[in-house]
């Protein structure tokens, strides 16, 4: 038993001194356009064990992950959701924009409800991996139900004008706002939560 405690101990204490996780940089998410990932289950352009040149490069934006030698956002080990897995490809029926540039600021919300239509505005990020899995989820409502339109907001970092104008109170991405055919707010979903962002949905569809 006290064996146990001390161990546990010695771990807690490990864990103080690991060194700071990186900031995500969209290094690795951009090299992965073409959807080719190596057997590290990265996108192959930007691996370090297959390109350790590229260290110091990711090092430089402070995008490193200390406990694990790899770029923070390739560390599948902190990080078991990411997956690079190329997004679907969206039929032309579906309504998907992308708002302004990155970090932009982008209005009011009620001014981009597209009428007679359920309205979801999706504030993501590059190196934001749950963000990835909202998107694989809306791509494919979006593919099936003309009557969704979907608004992606890249908001780039917490320091931006977007981030100042719409994600003041929001503690963490993914930040998804619905709207009703009728211009009515229906729900926010802050955080991964595909249950909580259908049941909106679906409320927002009656
Ligand atoms: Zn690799
Ligand atoms: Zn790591």
């Known amino acids: 038993m006290r064996l146990f405690a001390l161990a546990c101990f010695s771990l807690c204490a490990a864990c103080a001194t690991t060194p700071a996780h990186g900031t995500w ?3 690795t998410l951009a090299a992965g356009a073409d959807g080719v990932l190596c057997d590290h289950r990265v996108p192959e352009g930007a691996c370090v064990k297959h390109h350790p040149g590229l260290e110091g490069d990711f090092r430089r934006v402070g995008d490193w992950c200390g406990e694990h030698g790899v770029p923070e956002s390739q560390c599948l080990e902190c990080h078991p959701d990411l997956t ?5 490809a969206l039929p032309p029926t ?55 339109a979907l608004r992606k907001a890249n908001v ?6 977007l981030a100042r104008e719409h994600l003041r109170d ?3 991405l993914p930040s998804v706002v619905v709207f009703s ?12 939560d595909l249950a909580a962002l259908r049941a909106a949905i679906d409320e927002a569809s009656r």
């Open 156 to 161: 780039g970092s917490w320091e931006t004008a």
């Open 181 to 192: 055919a009728k211009g009515a707010l229906v729900k926010r979903v802050n955080g991964l």
């Open 25 to 27: 940089s969209d290094r």
């Open 84 to 88: 690079f897995q190329p997004l679907p």
């Open 94 to 148: 579906a309504d998907v924009r992308w708002l302004a540039g990155t970090g932009d600021a982008i209005g009011p919300l009620e001014a981009l409800v597209v009428k007679g239509k359920v309205t979801v505005i999706d504030f993501y990020a590059d190196w934001c991996a749950p963000c990835r899995k909202v998107d694989a989820f809306m791509f494919e409502l979006v593919s099936a139900r003309p009557d969704v």
């Open 170 to 172: 929001v503690p963490t």
